[in-house]
């Protein structure tokens, strides 16, 4: 059994989704995490669900990475542990520090609800080993602020490291650099992403693309227990 943790902030939105997918889907146990919680031993993968942390004042996640389960987020990281964060969370992982870059608000300043397709990049990941290569998916997107933006040193270092894991395919929805919808840290083991894999992995709300990445990573988490 691959035990998840879903961090719960003032204002997260998704928190239950996710636990909708590993729990009830997947028979996986998931505990609910409270942002002021400073243990999280027991977690085998943490997941920063989409929302509104903290209303999204100031930045989106910039309180949220001041909560005191965020130095336990960064140390599960370190340990080489799965982290995954979702629009939102994706927001709190660059404010972390976890991952490059930063989301800024879309090109067009709206927000923006859709369905829209993605490209595979890696499938050597955790996360993404139940894909194939250039597969092409299609995912659920909900932000305001989800243009992936880093200057030109770093978004050449994320190019080079093999870092994007998805990119928007045909139009590009916020204006996010070279397409990047979803980037892991060098060691692969923290994926931050803007579209919504809990939102497409139950067939019945009109797809199941999403679920393939909690598939992948209880295969992975296996083989390695």
Request: aromatic letters at 8%.
């Amino acid at each position: 059994m691959t035990k998840f943790g879903v961090i719960v902030f003032p204002g997260s939105n998704c928190d239950r989704d996710i636990a909708y997918v590993t729990r009830d889907l997947l028979g996986q146990p998931t505990r609910m995490v409270w942002h002021q919680e400073t243990d999280i031993d027991d977690l085998d993968v943490v997941v920063i669900p989409g929302g509104f942390s903290y209303g999204d004042y100031l930045r989106c996640g910039a309180i949220a990475r001041f909560s005191p389960v965020m130095q336990q987020v960064v140390e599960h990281a370190q340990k080489g542990k799965l982290v995954l964060g979702i629009c939102n969370g994706f927001q709190v992982l660059t404010e972390a520090g976890l991952l490059p870059g930063i989301l800024t608000k879309n090109r067009d300043l709206h927000f923006i609800c859709d369905r829209i397709p993605l490209k595979i990049e890696r499938t050597n990941l955790s996360w993404t080993q139940a894909y194939n290569t250039a597969e092409m998916i299609t995912l659920p997107i909900a932000h305001g602020e989800g243009q992936f933006y880093a200057d030109k040193a770093t978004l050449s270092e994320i190019e080079d490291n093999g870092q994007v894991v998805f990119r928007y395919e045909g139009e590009n929805p916020n204006g996010s650099l070279n397409n990047i919808a979803g980037i892991c840290n060098r060691q692969g083991n923290v994926l931050g992403m803007m579209p919504h894999p809990e939102r497409a992995s139950d067939a019945m709300l009109g797809g199941s693309d999403g679920l393939r990445l909690f598939q992948g990573l209880l295969e992975k988490v296996a083989v390695l227990s």
